[in-house]
């Protein structure tokens, strides 16, 4: 960052060079340079920021607001395949209506600290969300499913007291990069293939805190193999986490099922509109377990009997648990900007209930299943893994001389959002209930002319 001469900023507080030098003095750092340490010096900026010259009316900024937005350019759902975390899915009208209610959008951070019907709704979403786990606790959302998988395994290091951490399989290189962030200083990332035989071997030593595999991993296949993943773990003494997409439990057994500790994941196919990339919120499922449930870091909230014979209450478990109690104390610092997430979740597995969830699972497969056949018929487009059963996501190999880059910008002129560059020759598609046949066959034909 570039030098900066101290001065007093009318709209800053605490920006006075003898208070800011007090403060600098009482937490024992030289510079303010020093908070930002762990920002790699690629992503920090050496000089000001290149701003236009600001406008002198409100006019002029809607103007140019309006002109930015729009170069926006929308596709309909059908003509849509991305994915690899942020997906698109039907999104029920009521789910709108709900959350868009003023007595649970515009409190703060969608979640204040002392108002009981919100406490009901995150506890029903809760509720629902630990049937569709098949767990007994989940917390109030965390940021997003990254952050998800990154505190299941901080909980997994503290409830364990051991430092290495076993990931398996392809991973969300975004995931995989925050996790990092997360536990470096704390644990070592050991990478292993998607191999009973890869996950065995690094257990020996009896240092791994946890084994964390996936459901479906960032190519969008089934891991035949997750119930000896959990063998292993827990014969070692590790615990066992396994990331899901929640929309696939309709018609994939839960981890929790077959042993698995802690379930995580990403709510955002729940009801959550994709939003630029964003719509995301995070979760966590586990037992009962007091070992397990003082590790979390969130707030969970639970039903207790009141004063009054027969009337219940909704307010939070083991408060003293968390940062918002302990402060700088606490485990991990968590915030509360993605409980209205929660409640969204939760209206949309009322909606569906399991027959729905077990048939708009049932779609995504066999859409997905046919994707793939049909795109396997294209001439120069190859399945990365025949043979292996893929929900929603999954990648293809482009034989011939055209790029997958150069394949994607392609498809975009068609008017199809597809063919996510995943390496030079390589593209990754997505489908989910909202695509049709005739979607994909449109797909398989603009493909055939971009690559003959």
């Known amino acids: 960052m570039s030098a900066r001469v101290p001065r007093t900023h009318p709209y800053i507080p605490n920006s006075a060079p003898a208070v800011r030098q007090a403060m600098l003095a009482a937490v024992g750092a030289q510079d303010v340079e020093e908070f930002y340490a762990d920002i790699p010096a690629a992503l920090r900026l050496d000089r000001p920021l290149r701003l236009p010259e600001p406008f002198d009316s409100e006019a002029r900024l809607v103007a140019h607001l309006d002109e930015l937005l729009s170069r926006n350019t929308a596709v309909p759902p059908g003509r849509s395949f991305l994915g690899a975390g942020c997906y698109r899915h039907h999104v029920p009208a009521v789910v709108d209506e709900i959350v868009n209610r003023s007595e649970f959008l515009t409190a703060y951070a969608g979640e204040p600290y002392e108002d009981h019907g919100r406490f009901q709704a995150l506890w029903e979403y809760q509720s629902l969300m630990a049937e569709l786990l098949d767990v007994e606790v989940v917390n109030v959302p965390t940021y997003d499913g990254f952050q998800a998988a990154a505190t299941a395994l901080r909980m997994a290091g503290r409830a364990t007291g051991r430092r290495r951490l076993l990931l398996v399989g392809a991973i969300d290189p975004d995931r995989l990069s925050r996790i990092q962030d997360y536990v470096r200083g704390a644990h070592e990332l050991h990478p292993v293939a998607a191999d009973p035989q890869a996950v065995r071997a690094p257990l020996t030593g009896g240092d791994v805190a946890a084994v964390y595999a996936q459901l479906t991993d960032h190519t969008g296949r089934v891991d035949p193999h997750l119930p000896q993943y959990v063998e292993l773990a827990h014969a070692a003494g590790a615990l066992a986490v396994v990331h899901v997409n929640p929309i696939s439990l309709g018609v994939l057994a839960p981890p929790a099922s077959f042993g698995a500790d802690l379930t995580c994941g990403d709510l955002q196919p729940l009801g959550i509109h994709p939003s630029f990339g964003g719509g995301n919120a995070g979760f966590i499922g586990s037992p009962d377990d007091q070992r397990l449930v003082a590790e ?12 009054v014979p027969g009337e219940y209450g909704f307010g939070d478990v083991a408060y003293e648990r968390t940062s918002f109690a302990l402060r700088e104390e606490g485990k991990e610092w968590v915030g509360t ?16 209930g399991p027959h729905g969830m077990r048939e708009i ?14 795109l396997a018929l294209v001439p120069g487009v190859e399945l990365d893994d025949p043979e292996a059963v893929h929900f929603a996501d999954f990648t293809v190999r482009y ?54």
């Open 399 to 452: 034989t011939g001389a055209r790029t997958a880059a150069e394949i994607s910008e392609a498809l975009l002129a068609r008017g199809l959002h597809g063919g996510t560059p995943a390496g030079p020759d390589e593209g990754r598609y997505c489908v989910t209930e909202v695509h049709t046949r005739a979607d994909i066959d449109r797909l398989a034909d603009a493909l055939e002319e971009i690559v003959k």
């Open 296 to 307: 979390y870091p969130s707030r969970l909230f639970g039903l207790v009997p009141t004063d």
């Open 337 to 352: 900007a993605a409980a209205l997430h929660g409640i969204a979740a939760g209206v949309y597995l009322a909606l569906m």
């Open 361 to 374: 699972g049932g779609t995504i497969l066999a859409n997905t299943a046919y994707a793939r056949q049909r």
